[in-house]
């Protein structure tokens, strides 16, 4: 851990070339738990493009035992070594350094570089893993070959795994054995990894549309075999999408999937060995959930396609890191919605990307950890693996697709890999490669990754009917200070009848009866005038949510009413929706904040929408859920000035109620009508079934009776598959009318699944009925562990971010479970006890009793030593 008492900032604009780069890298590793020993040769010339004669190498928690320069063993006078370098100053142009170092992988609690999980060797060296396991000049921009031999136990680890082609094996003479390979292609040092474990696989011949057959493999723990036939089949469509949407291929004569259960992250992209999270590999019905299976997909696919971006292509420097992560998202989100193959459900994902963004990102944006997609500085590199470099990021590639159209988008991706295959590159480079492979001047989106903050648009309207124009008037605002972005706003008018007009747009250029166009604003306001409209019609703005903006509009309930029942656009269908609701939710809270929560109403209005969406049948089940969830009660503080986390929770549960007591036969009725008896699968069409019928559920659960509270214990106890079983859970406990029974026996059926112990932990933490007394009770559970990232983010994460009225119960206890479980989380993995530590970043927004309290709780962790992870976070976080 480190623990710098003054943390360093690091700052883009200070970014200088390698004075020394990397041609070939020959690593010996013998694997001993307590005592690794890294035998590192690297060849090494001065950049042609750099100044300085100075060779430095990173290097944390390791043991340096000899260093040898073009073979002369240096002495301690022959450099100099601090907690995080070694310097070899007025070195030759052209060197050979052999360096030979010792870690202990067992005491590795960081889960960052070569550590020991369940007896079994991984790695994970992005960002800087790499330089806990031998010294190297660890950054992006230096790439080289590799070449590994790893030798180990063979009992205790007969599977050797590492990058590349395996070139040769074999056995030694001391019941060890060995395995060396070799990665043809160069790479970071942060994609490096090795694997040394007991293990089983799921291998398959692969034939790729060059007609080259290569070897896929899924790695798992003994036992788990019967879970991984759906990540290979997610690995399979991966590799075909790609090959046909980009044209890209697989360039490795094997691909392989390790799956562990001690992981920082999701998945780590190493090439041709992917190191993943146990959550994303592992799912079998009885298990695994339609998401779990959804997110296997999404990232199975993430990581084979940062293959190409983020691997072969991959970043300058760590300020870069959304030129790989916010391109590979957009890419697996474009995989997952082609997988479900229907209009619709390209909808339902791009609906779910939306839903994130207002969760998780505009909270970021607006908060004390707000930062441009490409940061200008940062204290831990860690602390930028956020939801604005990954989905805003996403967004902004998105945003290219919307504006130059698919194929000018694959235009620009080939022209990219022409241009830069094998580099390490910046964010300007894509950019540019986009603009010029389709004659655009993006000199102006530029802003997208320099400005931090979510950008207002403001839409008025006016009619001429005399004319018969109607004006669209856009203006944008952004941070104070700020410039005009370029922001792609997606258009379409419906008529009195619901249906789209045809749009023909002053000065535009567009295909005749077009009824979807792409306004580009990119003043701070601009007119936008439609031609030969007939009727005042209604307007659709945002469609497909075409950028990460905050659109204001002041729709009147009956606009909002018609797009809710016809727009042809399913996102901004659901918007309407989602406004309708969110205006009476605030309300709602309004009143209780001032008078309590006697007296409180829902309109008829309202309610009858609800009714006609649940029971529309010729809309999908997967949107019609989707449809009818409230806004949460994370989005609904983002509306406030002031946020009364118990006022906003009172009002929700309020027309949560109210929705499962007025509309209880039609939810009834679709609850019945959306079962999928048979055998389970995880294809859309039967997930958006089940999605429908277990929200009927939960609404029903929200004013239970006798005849409902056995619904759910029925579902519970007949359930074919883990969704219906943990659904039929999770409704019972959050109505807080079993914490008993079916918990216990839900635990007893599922001990020995980890991941499933995970959703048990989950659900109870995030019930409105666990109060943190509850949590510390479960803490003491013989499953838990805060040594397991999955573990403490299955409860502790869960009640601080997914429970605001317990979380921020008036006492202030739940803020000192926080301050106490940020400062031991820090003390054995960083990373993990930074996520926590944001939990409170936003502290300033709520009332001012509250605030006191998070404050207190902010500067007892404060005071402490801590890593520069937590410390970066919690210094924003007071600081004014």
């Given amino acids: 851990m480190r623990t710098d008492s003054s943390p360093t900032t690091i700052y883009r604009k200070d970014y200088t070339p390698p004075a020394y780069l990397v041609d070939t890298v020959e690593l010996g590793f013998d694997l001993a738990p307590a005592s690794t020993v890294v035998a590192n040769r690297i060849t090494l010339r001065r950049n042609p493009d750099a100044a300085g004669s100075d060779i430095v190498l990173h290097g944390e928690e390791i043991e340096l035992v000899q260093l040898r320069l073009n073979g002369q063993l240096l002495g301690e006078g022959d450099y100099e070594l601090s907690a ?20 202990a992988p067992v ?55 590492s990058n590349g082609n395996l070139i040769e094996q074999g056995d030694l003479d001391d019941g060890r054995h060995y395995a060396k390979w070799e990665d043809p292609f160069k790479k970071p040092s942060y994609l490096f990894a090795l694997v040394a474990a007991k293990l089983v696989c799921q291998e398959e011949q692969f034939k790729l ?82 998401i779990d299976f959804a997110g296997i997909e999404a990232v199975v696919g993430h990581e084979y396609f940062h293959n190409w971006t983020g691997n072969r292509v991959t970043c300058r420097d760590w300020f870069q890191l959304s030129l790989k992560e916010g391109l590979t998202v957009f890419r697996d989100q474009e995989f997952s919605a082609d997988m479900i193959g229907t209009d619709t459900g390209r909808a339902v994902t791009r609906i779910d990307q939306v839903r994130t963004l207002r969760q998780a990102q505009f909270p970021e944006d607006a908060g004390p950890m707000s930062h441009p997609v490409r940061p200008d500085s940062f204290v831990e590199i860690n602390n930028f693996y956020t939801v604005t470099v990954y989905e805003k990021g996403a967004e902004v590639v998105r945003m290219y697709q919307t504006l130059l159209g698919r194929d000018g988008f694959r235009k620009g991706m080939d022209l ?131 950028a990460p903006v905050i659109l204001e509009h002041d729709y009147t309930d009956d606009e909002l009413l018609h797009l809710f029942n016809h727009d042809s656009d399913p996102v901004n269908r659901w918007e309407a929706g989602q406004r309708l609701a969110m205006e009476r939710l605030l309300k ?115 004013a ?54 995970d959703k048990w932990f989950a659900m109870q933490a995030s019930a409105p009925t666990t109060n943190v007394a509850a949590v510390r009770k479960l803490m003491q559970h013989p499953a838990f562990t805060l040594k397991n990232p999955n573990r403490a983010r299955s409860l502790i994460f869960n009640f601080t971010n997914a429970n605001p009225s317990q979380f921020h119960a008036a006492d202030g206890s739940a803020y000192e479970f926080w301050a106490e479980f940020v400062i031991k989380l820090d003390a054995i993995n960083p990373q993990v006890a930074a996520r926590l530590a944001r939990a409170m970043d936003r502290w300033r927004r709520y009332a001012p009793a509250l605030q006191a309290k998070m404050k207190q709780a902010l500067e007892k962790v404060a005071a402490r030593q801590l890593s520069n992870d937590v410390a970066e976070v919690i210094t924003k976080a007071l600081a004014n």
Wanted: proline fraction near 4%; charge should be negative; hydrophobic fraction near 40%.
């Fill in 209 to 290: 549309a060059d007609g080259r057959d290569v070897l896929l493999q899924v790695w798992v723990e003994d036992g788990n075999l019967d879970k991984t036939d759906y990540a290979m089949q997610s690995l399979k469509n991966s590799i075909r999408w790609d090959e046909e949407r980009f044209g890209l291929e697989l360039d490795l004569d094997r691909f392989m999937i390790v799956a562990v259960g001690d992981f920082n992250m999701g998945a780590m992209e190493n090439k041709g060995l992917n190191i993943f999270n146990t959550k994303f590999v592992l799912a079998n019905p009885r298990t695994a959930t339609d």
């Fill in 704 to 757: 239970p009776e006798a005849a409902e509270l056995q619904l759910a214990q029925q579902q519970f106890d007949n359930a074919t598959n883990m969704t219906d079983r943990s659904a039929a859970l999770v409704s019972l406990i959050h109505s807080g009318t079993d914490n008993g029974p079916h918990l216990q026996a839900f635990y007893d059926d599922f001990a020995n699944e980890a991941l499933v112990v």
């Fill in 416 to 546: 990219y890999f022409d241009r830069h295959d094998g580099q390490a590159v910046a964010c300007d480079d894509f950019r540019a490669a986009m603009a010029d492979a389709n004659g655009r001047d993006l000199t102006q989106f530029e802003r997208w990754y320099s400005q931090a903050g979510t950008p207002v648009v403001t839409a008025r309207t006016r009619y001429d009917a005399v004319k018969r124009n109607f004006d669209i008037i856009l203006s944008q605002r952004g941070k104070p200070g700020q410039l005009p972005f370029h922001i792609p706003v997606a258009v379409g008018l419906l008529g009195a009848d619901g249906k789209d007009l045809p749009l023909t747009l002053e000065h535009g250029k567009h295909a005749k009866g077009a009824t979807t166009l792409v306004l580009e604003l990119t003043e701070q306001e601009q007119i936008f005038r439609f031609r030969e409209v007939d009727e005042r019609p209604t307007p659709s703005i945002l469609r497909d949510f075409s």
């Fill in 588 to 702: 709602l809270t309004a009143q209780v904040a001032a008078h309590g929560a006697a007296n409180l109403k829902l309109d008829q209005t309202f309610i009858n929408a609800m009714r006609t969406v649940l029971s529309d049948e010729s809309l999908d089940p997967a949107f019609r859920e989707l449809a009818l969830i409230l806004p949460s009660e994370t989005i609904i503080a983002e509306q406030m000035d002031v946020v009364d986390p118990q006022a906003i929770h009172t009002a929700r549960q309020f027309m949560r109620h109210t929705i499962g007591t007025v509309l209880k036969a039609e939810l009834l009725a679709q609850y019945h009508a959306n079962q999928t008896p048979g055998e389970y699968s995880p294809d859309a069409a039967s997930a958006g079934k089940r999605a429908l019928k277990n929200l009927c559920l939960s609404y029903l659960l929200a």
């Fill in 107 to 161: 005491e590795n609690t960081s889960l960052s570089g070569l550590y020991v999980s369940n007896g079994n060797f991984f790695t994970q060296c992005e960002a800087e893993g790499f330089r806990r396991i031998t010294f190297f000049p660890d950054r992006p921009d230096v790439m080289a070959k590799y070449t590994v031999m790893l030798r180990a136990n063979k009992e205790q680890y007969p599977v050797l795994l």
């Fill in 84 to 103: 995080a370098t070694l310097t070899i100053r007025n070195a030759p142009a052209e060197v050979v350094l052999e360096i030979e170092t010792v870690c």
